[in-house]
């Protein structure tokens, strides 16, 4: 009739009064959460929200409904504990070894292990953010059970399973001429100062590609390793650079970044799933997918069963 998933779309809306800041909250598109709460009021037959120009309000089913969908969300946080309690001793503690590439490891993964970590009290997932060759060998040699990044070599030793597709746009500071431009030209880029990650490494050779389809031929000032100091010496003036739009929605929202697009097209970069059968079996592994499943819409990860790869690759795919 209807999922957890779309309760929890059901209460945020309901809470915030708005589809628009629902979605942000959620990190889904307002069409998304229109499709959720159209098939929660298909499955229920009624109309559970009043659509306005101001916002949304409860039908009088809605408010019924409401307190029904707050008890169902704390049932399934009750039965998710009992269960954890029936699996894992109470003095037993296990740690959850997880990977990420810098830009996905510092602005997704702490976001997704915090919300987590509010559910589980016997499992802490630990995160290594590091390069996606350390990464494979590491996910190879069982010390992580799975990793998450957004670069991938040719041919690796491990299962890679493509998640979703990220736009990156081009990040200007605070005082650069573009600064609230929505498009520019490819030739526009001529003679620009760019910021990028630092010579050699995957996301280097990406951004030199993704540049090269529009014809530009990047001028870089200045190398770094993380996302992080790169949004630096942007926000400092030091240049211009290529950036996926998760890892700077916090800079975009308090205005000090500004994202800018190709007139001509788009910039998209896999974010992958790096794991093996053996990883995933790790203590707490299964238990960290299901969670990411239920609650972020964008990540397609299945519980992990008894499948072998193939059957496992098939669920893992992003819809």
Not at 16 to 38: C, N, T
Not at 166 to 187: D, K, T
Not at 289 to 307: D, G, H, K, M, R
């Amino acid at each position: 009739m209807f999922s957890l998933h779309q309760v929890k779309i059901f209460l945020t809306v309901a809470t915030e009064g708005s589809i628009s800041r629902a979605a942000e909250l959620l990190y889904l598109s307002q069409p998304a959460v229109s499709q959720h709460i159209r098939s929660l009021e298909k499955g229920m037959g009624a109309e559970l929200l009043v659509r306005g120009r101001r916002g949304v309000t409860l039908t009088p089913a809605g408010e019924t409904f409401l307190k029904y969908a707050q008890e169902l969300l704390q049932l399934s946080r009750e039965a998710r504990e009992a269960t954890q309690l029936a699996a894992t001793s109470r003095t037993l503690h296990r740690y959850l070894h997880i990977g990420a590439t810098p830009g996905v490891g510092a602005c997704l993964l702490p976001h997704w292990m915090g919300d987590f970590h509010n559910v589980s009290q016997y499992v802490t997932p630990t995160l290594k953010i590091l390069p996606t060759p350390e990464l494979v060998r590491q996910v190879h040699n069982q010390e992580l059970a799975f990793a998450i990044g957004g670069d991938m070599l040719g041919r690796a030793v491990v299962e890679v399973t493509p998640l979703w597709d990220e736009e990156s746009v081009i990040a200007v500071g605070p005082g650069h001429p573009w600064w609230q431009r929505p498009f520019v030209e490819a030739e526009e880029l001529d003679g620009q100062s760019f910021v990028m990650r630092e010579n050699n490494s995957l996301a280097h050779a990406w951004e030199l590609q993704s540049l090269a389809e529009f014809g530009v031929n990047p001028r870089p000032v200045a190398e770094f390793s993380t996302p992080a100091a790169i949004k630096q010496a942007v926000i400092a003036g030091m240049g211009i650079a290529v950036l996926p739009c998760f890892s700077i929605k916090n800079e975009l929202d308090v205005g000090r970044m500004w994202g800018v697009r190709f007139r001509t097209g788009v910039m998209r970069r896999t974010i992958y799933f790096l794991w093996t059968l053996k990883g995933l079996k790790a203590p707490g592994a299964n238990l960290f997918v299901q969670y990411l499943i239920e609650n972020y819409e964008q990540l397609a990860v299945c519980p992990i069963t008894n499948l072998s790869p193939n059957a496992l690759a098939s669920l893992l795919q992003h819809p």
